[in-house]
C-alpha cells in the first residue's frame, strides 16, 4: 500500500467537496462573504477617525468578491465559491538580517524560522533566534502563532508548518496571518498540503526554482462554507491518522522482518537452519582437497597470500590439520560458538581467492563505487558508465561475477552486494571476495550476517569515514559447512526469503 498517494487521493477528494456531504444548514460561502461585508461595512460607519489607505484595518476591511467558476481549474459544489489565496489573511516573508551585525544574533530571544525548520506539520522547535533590536532594524515581521508557512526556494518549495508560537522567517518562507473569520486554518494547510505539485511546477524556469509571494496570493482557492470547512477538516485527520497507523505497522513489521532475516542467517551459520547429512563430504576434506589442488595455494606461500609483515617462516605459522593440509592455526579462543562435527573453522582468506587489480580498457567501462550499493536490499543499484580516460584512482579492483563486495569503509552500513555480471571494475574502497570453496550465495548471505558484520566493526578505526582493513577480512574467522549442505541452506535460506518478500508486497 502506497501510503503517500492514498494521502493525495484523500487531498483531492477533499479540495472538490467529495470526501463529505453537503448539506443545506451549511448555507452558502457567497451568503457567508455577502453578510461579512455588510457587517465589515457596518462597524467601518461607526468608527469616526479615517483610515490609512493600506493599513490592517482598512485591509481587513476589504470586500471579498468571488471568483467566476467557468474560470477555475475544476468543478466543486455549488454551494462553495473560488476564491484567491490572498483574500484569506495577511501574507508576509521575513528577511535574513546581516550576519555580519551580532547584535541582530547574540543573546536573541525571537525565534527565527527557516525554511529548513518546516516539518509538514506543527512546528514547536525554531533553534535560531534574533534579538529585538533585528526585529526593530530589518524588514523582519513576528508572525502570530497559529500562521501557516508555507517555503518558496528551491529544493524545499511547498513544504509546510504552523507555528506554535511567534516567530519570525527568512525570506524563502511565506506566511499567512491574521486568517480571515471565514476560513479554517487546517483547511487551508490542507489545501497548501494538496497543491504542492503546482506549486513546485511553478516554480521552474529561473535559476533557483521560486514561486513567490506573488504566485502564492492570486492562486484560487476553493472556500467551502465555514461548517463543512470543519467537517471535511475532521474527516481529513481521521483518514490521516487511521493511515498513519498502518504506516507505523508497516515499518513495525519491516523491522520485524529485518530481524527475522538475521535470525535465520544466524540458524544458518551455526548449522541449525537445515539437518546435517552424514553422507556429506566433510569440510575439512573439502578444505584439504582445495588447498592441495588450487594453483593459488601452489603458486605463493601463506605469507604472501595473507598479505602480513610477520616474518616467521611458512611452516612456523601453520599448522597441520586433519589430512596434512597446512593452514594458518585458530586457537580455542577466537571460536565463538559450537558448530557441527561436519563443518570446520577457518579465515575468511582460506576460502577466498586473492584480490586482483586492473585498469579500463576501451573507451568507457562500468564502474562500481560505494554508493552504487542498495544497503537496504544488498544488491548493486547499477554501474556506472565512465570514460577510461576519465577514470577515477580508485577504480582498480577487478570483479567477476559471483564475487561478493563487501565495503571497508563504514561497514555497519553493509554496503555489501554480489557482482551480477562481468567485465566491472570496483572501487578500492571495496574488498573483493572471490570465493573457491564455497558456494558464492553462502559465502554472500554469511558477509552479510550480524556475526561477520558486527565481528569486523570493531575493527574499524579513524574518525570522518572509519574503516577497516583487508587483513581485518582476511583474518576473520568464519565456519565452513560441508559443500552439499551450503547449497541446502542457501536454498532454505532464499525459500524464507521470499516469503519474507512476499508479505511486505503484500501489506
Request: hydrophobic share 35%; net charge neutral; glycine share 6%.
Amino acid at each position: 500500500m502506497n501510503t503517500k498517494l492514498l494521502k493525495q487521493k484523500i487531498l483531492d477528494l477533499a479540495i472538490r467537496g467529495k470526501l463529505t456531504q453537503q448539506l443545506k444548514s451549511d448555507g452558502t460561502t457567497k451568503d457567508l462573504l455577502k453578510q461579512i461585508s455588510e457587517q465589515k461595512r457596518e462597524s467601518s460607519s461607526t468608527l469616526s477617525s479615517p483610515r490609512r489607505r493600506g493599513s490592517p484595518s482598512a485591509q481587513s476591511e476589504k470586500t471579498i468578491i468571488p471568483l467566476d467558476k467557468s474560470e477555475a481549474p475544476f468543478e466543486i459544489p455549488a454551494n462553495w465559491e473560488w476564491v484567491r489565496l490572498g483574500d484569506v489573511g495577511k501574507w508576509q516573508s521575513g528577511t535574513t538580517p546581516s550576519k555580519s551585525n551580532s547584535a541582530y544574533y547574540k543573546d536573541g530571544t525571537i525565534p527565527w524560522l527557516n525554511t529548513g525548520d518546516l516539518n509538514d506539520g506543527i512546528i514547536n522547535d525554531i533553534p535560531k533566534r534574533v534579538t529585538e533590536k533585528a526585529l526593530a532594524e530589518t524588514s523582519l515581521r513576528l508572525n502570530e502563532a497559529g500562521s501557516v508557512c508555507i517555503a518558496m526556494y528551491g529544493a524545499t518549495i511547498g513544504k509546510l508548518g504552523i507555528l506554535s508560537m511567534p516567530a519570525t522567517t527568512n525570506q524563502a518562507c511565506c506566511v499567512c496571518n491574521n486568517l480571515k473569520s471565514f476560513v479554517n486554518r487546517m483547511w487551508l494547510f490542507f489545501f497548501l498540503m494538496n497543491h504542492k505539485q503546482e506549486f513546485i511546477e511553478a516554480g521552474f524556469g529561473g535559476a533557483q526554482p521560486n514561486i513567490s509571494k506573488e504566485k502564492i496570493v492570486s492562486t484560487m482557492f476553493p472556500l467551502p462554507p465555514l461548517a463543512e470547512q470543519q467537517r471535511i477538516v475532521a474527516k481529513i485527520e481521521e483518514a490521516f491518522a487511521e493511515i498513519d497507523a498502518i504506516e507505523k505497522n508497516k515499518e513495525l513489521l519491516k523491522t520485524h522482518i529485518k530481524q527475522t532475516r538475521q535470525k535465520i542467517l544466524d540458524l544458518a551459520i551455526h548449522g541449525k537452519l537445515v539437518p546435517q547429512n552424514k553422507s556429506d563430504e566433510p569440510a575439512s576434506v573439502l578444505l584439504e582437497r582445495i588447498t592441495r589442488d588450487n594453483p593459488h595455494y601452489e603458486k605463493m606461500g601463506l605469507d604472501e597470500r595473507r598479505e602480513t609483515k610477520d616474518e616467521r617462516s611458512f611452516k612456523d605459522k601453520c599448522h597441520s590439520r586433519e589430512g596434512g593440509n597446512l593452514l594458518a592455526p585458530i586457537s580455542k579462543d577466537e571460536i565463538p560458538f559450537d558448530i557441527p562435527e561436519n563443518w570446520i573453522w577457518c579465515r575468511l582468506g582460506d576460502i577466498l581467492a586473492p584480490m586482483q587489480s586492473t585498469t579500463p580498457k576501451g573507451a568507457f567501462f562500468k564502474y562500481i563505487d560505494i554508493d552504487a550499493i542498495d544497503n537496504s536490499t544488498c544488491r548493486i543499484k547499477a554501474p556506472k558508465m565512465i570514460e577510461s580516460k576519465n577514470a577515477p584512482s580508485r577504480a582498480s579492483r577487478f570483479t567477476k561475477k559471483g564475487d561478493i563486495l563487501f565495503s571497508l569503509v563504514r561497514p555497519y552500513l553493509r554496503n555489501i552486494a554480489k557482482v551480477t555480471e562481468n567485465d566491472c571494475i570496483a572501487s578500492t574502497g571495496f574488498f573483493v571476495c572471490s570465493p573457491i570453496i564455497v558456494n558464492s550465495d553462502f559465502c554472500f548471505f554469511l558477509l552479510t550476517s550480524n556475526y561477520v558484520v558486527d565481528g569486523l566493526n570493531q575493527f574499524m578505526k579513524g574518525d570522518n569515514s572509519p574503516s577497516i582493513s583487508s587483513q581485518n577480512l582476511i583474518d576473520f574467522t568464519i565456519p565452513v559447512p560441508p559443500l552439499a549442505e551450503q547449497s541446502r541452506i542457501v536454498a532454505k535460506i532464499e525459500e524464507l526469503f521470499a516469503e519474507l518478500d512476499l508479505v511486505l508486497q503484500n501489506v
